[in-house]
């Protein structure tokens, strides 16, 4: 059973940091990619980065140079370094995996079950 919780969120002012993770179980890490989403009241959920089984990693426009997604395969854990934060970023922050890159930034397999993370100005 594949499960997926993150942890790390809060509440910081603008420009502040955080960093997500995601304790990842029940299936090969390793062999998986997988990406970070979130989403506002009110708006469609959008992806935010995505890291293949490789290490290669994409991100959004909204977040480039700001986010940083990395894994720690020997801990089944997925990562997400946020500087700069603007009260923008205020959203859930899900992590998600998928054995296909592609997919997994758009219709992942399996999800997480969010955290919140709240950016005042």
């Known amino acids: 059973q594949v499960q997926l919780v993150e942890s790390g969120g809060g509440s910081v002012q603008s420009g502040g940091s955080l960093r997500l993770s995601c304790a990842a179980s029940?299936?090969?890490?390793?062999?998986?990619?997988m990406g970070w989403f979130r989403q506002a009241p009110g708006k469609e959920r959008e992806g935010v980065a995505a890291i293949d089984s490789d290490g290669r990693t994409s991100y959004a426009d909204s977040v480039k140079g700001r986010f940083t997604i990395s894994q720690d395969n020997a801990k089944n854990t997925l990562y997400l370094q946020m500087n700069s934060l603007k009260p923008k970023d205020t959203a859930m922050y899900y992590c998600a995996a998928d054995p296909d890159i592609v997919v997994v930034t758009t219709t992942p397999s399996y999800w997480g079950q969010g955290t919140q993370v709240t950016v005042s100005s």
């Open positions: 029940g299936y090969t890490y390793s062999s998986y990619c």
